[in-house]
């Protein structure tokens, strides 16, 4: 069922978001993403420009038996007819009915420079385009909307000649005008003016569509909205040519949860940072940790006195309740924690510390003197999590006697690596070897192996990320070095840290915690 017709969220991921660089969906990425963008409510999904892409075209004719959209409509872009050609033989055009997308979007020049200059024909000519066009669309029976092209850069050149075009599209039969900051140059301040001046002065209903050139796309659309328009064109995370477009998923909430227009389908919002998280992967493209609203970082609490107050009341350091978004909020354990952060975050990982002063007291300190040699515990909870199980009598069910790796380049070239590791669990004396592409690689696959003699079920663990960070670059190679490593079990992952002058040494710390933390979860410990 569409949403209201009084206000319009209008996605274009899957066409404008495409043109970001490092983005090639293929046409079941594109029904995928569309599903996603359906299930968050949005009002219409722009599939692309049928006709001008084969990968479009063919997207367009398989939606048609494999979307059933509940709250979006499809819409196929393109552009208006030829100069100089009857509407009814241009190809494009016969391509956009084709394609059977009950919403049609046509660019439009709007800037007299570019009709001039690019299209290199009439003003007047470029009005009966439009208008020719937005009337045999609507006459077949689809809505029609015309995206106004450089309209902001047109406007502070001739203020006229868009109003003219916007005030031509509506009376051809066009629903919305959408005024383009193609160039992305605007700030808030003109997009407000310009916005409210075209408004009084053409009467048509308007939306809005901001590249982020300046940084500015969010904050321009929201204005847009402010000065009147009420539609607002936007793309998942903010994909997009250059630097990208007004980012869907932090306009929605703005909308809503700051200005009250309620855009979404009711509990739609809460799944803000699924459907975020969902595209972004479809893109290939690691989710933006400090993204608003969706991203991980951002309710996430650093500073000891933010998580002293967050203790009695968590609405004094967020914005809003992060679940309204499908959000959480995290309290990051650092050298700047104090007892109310080590608190919170055991709370956050399932221990309550509240009467475990000693405890609490401990880790603080651990924690501050760790961090001076280059620990880092924000992206490595389980490492903590560990430190704080110790702090709590949890015993290890192992313990490393040693380890050693070999590596080897024999005579044609070929590098070899081999890894040792001696282990004792519940008085065995375990000695593992393995080969692996890297000295990492070989000690963890070692390690793994010992543990798995004893503890077969621990066989699923894997290590799925890898970090190195060199804390000192002035030092060269003797420079101090901080590894994360991510492991997962194949339903629950976790990450890890190590730190040490020697980079093996410092990635077996972390491959040391990952185990550990994988057999204390086994036993009902981890969190």
């Not at 809005?208 to 904050?219: E, K, S, V």
């Not at 630097?243 to 200005?259: E, I, R, S, W, Y």
């Not at 968590?314 to 959000?327: E, F, K, Q």
């Not at 490492?383 to 069910?397: D, I, Y």
Request: charged fraction near 25%; aromatic fraction near 6%; glycine fraction near 10%.
């Amino acid at each position: 069922m569409p949403r209201p017709d009084d206000f319009h969220v209008y996605d274009t991921t899957l066409r404008d978001g495409a043109q970001r660089e490092g983005i090639s969906y293929s046409v079941n990425d594109k029904l995928a993403v569309a599903r996603l963008l359906d299930d968050y409510g949005v009002g219409f999904i722009e599939g692309g420009w049928p006709g001008a892409m084969p990968k479009d075209t063919e997207f367009f004719q398989r939606a048609q038996a494999e979307l059933s959209l509940k709250n979006a409509e499809l819409v196929a872009f393109g552009a208006t007819r030829k100069a100089g050609v009857r509407v009814e033989d241009d190809l494009q055009v016969r391509a956009l009915l084709d394609s059977q997308a009950p919403v049609i979007t046509l660019v439009a020049k709007s800037d007299v420079r570019h009709v001039t200059e690019a299209l290199r024909t009439t003003l007047d000519e470029n009005v009966a385009m439009v208008q020719d066009t937005v009337r045999f669309l609507t006459e077949q029976g689809r809505r029609v909307f015309v995206d106004m092209e450089h309209f902001f850069d047109g406007y502070k050149h001739d203020r006229d000649y868009g109003v003219r075009l916007l005030v031509a599209a509506a009376e051809a039969g066009a629903s919305v005008g959408v005024l383009c900051d193609t160039n992305g140059g605007m700030l808030p301040m003109g997009m407000f003016e310009i916005v409210s001046d075209v408004k009084a002065r053409s009467g048509v209903r308007l939306g809005i569509h901001c590249q982020d050139d300046t940084g500015c796309a969010i904050a321009n659309s929201v204005t847009a909205v402010e000065g009147g328009v009420t539609h607002v064109q936007c793309t998942a995370n903010g994909y997009g040519e250059r630097t990208g477009n007004a980012d869907l998923f932090v306009v929605v909430p703005n909308l809503q949860l700051k200005m009250g227009i309620d855009c979404l389908p009711p509990g739609a919002l809460e799944e803000t940072v699924h459907v975020s998280h969902a595209i972004a992967e479809i893109a290939n493209i690691a989710p933006n940790t400090h993204q608003p609203y969706a991203g991980w970082a951002s309710f996430a609490h650093k500073a000891g006195l933010h998580a002293s107050a967050l203790k009695v009341n968590a609405d004094l350091y967020n914005h809003i309740d992060p679940a309204v978004v499908g959000n959480v909020q995290n309290v990051l354990v650092t050298e700047m924690a104090g007892r109310a952060s080590i608190e919170l975050k055991g709370a956050e990982l399932g221990h309550d510390l509240s009467g475990q002063p000693e405890v609490v007291s401990r880790v603080v300190e651990q924690v501050k003197e760790l961090e001076a040699q280059g620990w880092t515990f924000e992206a490595a909870d389980a490492s903590f999590e560990l430190l704080l199980l110790a702090e709590q009598g949890v015993e290890v069910a192992f313990e490393v006697e040693s380890w050693r790796t070999i590596v080897e380049q024999d005579v044609e070239g070929e590098v070899k690596t081999e890894a040792t590791v001696k282990v004792h669990i519940d008085g065995d004396r375990i000695i593992s070897t393995a080969e692996g592409n890297g000295p990492v690689n070989a000690l963890d696959r070692a390690l793994r192996h010992a543990i798995v003699q004893a503890y077969p079920d621990l066989d699923t663990l894997r290590l799925v990320d890898y970090k190195v960070r060199i804390l000192d670059e002035k030092s060269g190679t003797g420079a101090k070095t901080r590894v994360l490593i991510g492991t997962s079990n194949g339903e629950d992952a976790w990450s890890t840290v190590g730190v040490h002058e020697n980079v093996i040494a410092a990635s077996w710390r972390a491959l040391e915690d990952a185990v550990t933390f994988g057999l204390l979860k086994r036993n009902g410990h981890g969190g």
